[in-house]
């Protein structure tokens, strides 16, 4: 499973963003797909997963009530609205797909597909 991560760039804090992550000529129907960001010189750190075993969706808790995982099966693609964002948002986001049971759906480990990563910084 091949994953493309789309939608980085710079953005003011409060400001939006939506990152896309594609997977051409697949489907994301049987994967959870799952948000990691690593900012410089920090470990890789859960962010958001849309599970396929119960339909649900999870979040780190600094992003609860900013961030918004959606499956778009129309575009076959797994979106992250980012809202409000602020300066510590800033870092490489990374797609992932896998099939983690749900105790490790936050760890990068249950994944074993990663999109190359775009760059979100936010200015203060």
């Known amino acids: 499973v091949q994953l493309q991560a789309s939608g980085g760039g710079l953005v003011q804090a409060g400001g939006s963003l939506v990152l896309s992550c594609a997977t051409p000529g697949q489907t994301f129907n049987s994967y959870t797909v799952g948000w990691f960001r690593q900012a410089p010189g920090k470990e890789r750190e859960f962010v958001a997963a849309s599970a396929v075993q119960n339909n649900h969706k999870y979040y780190d808790d600094s992003v609860k009530g900013r961030f918004t995982i959606s499956r778009d099966k129309a575009k076959n693609t797994v979106n992250l609205q980012m809202n409000n964002l602020k300066p510590e948002d800033t870092a490489v986001y990374y797609c992932?797909?896998?099939?983690?049971?749900?105790?490790?759906?936050?760890?990068?480990?249950?994944?074993?597909?990663w999109g190359q990563g775009t760059l979100v910084t936010v200015s203060s």
């Open positions: 992932a797909a896998g099939r983690p049971i749900i105790s490790n759906i936050r760890s990068p480990l249950g994944y074993g597909y």
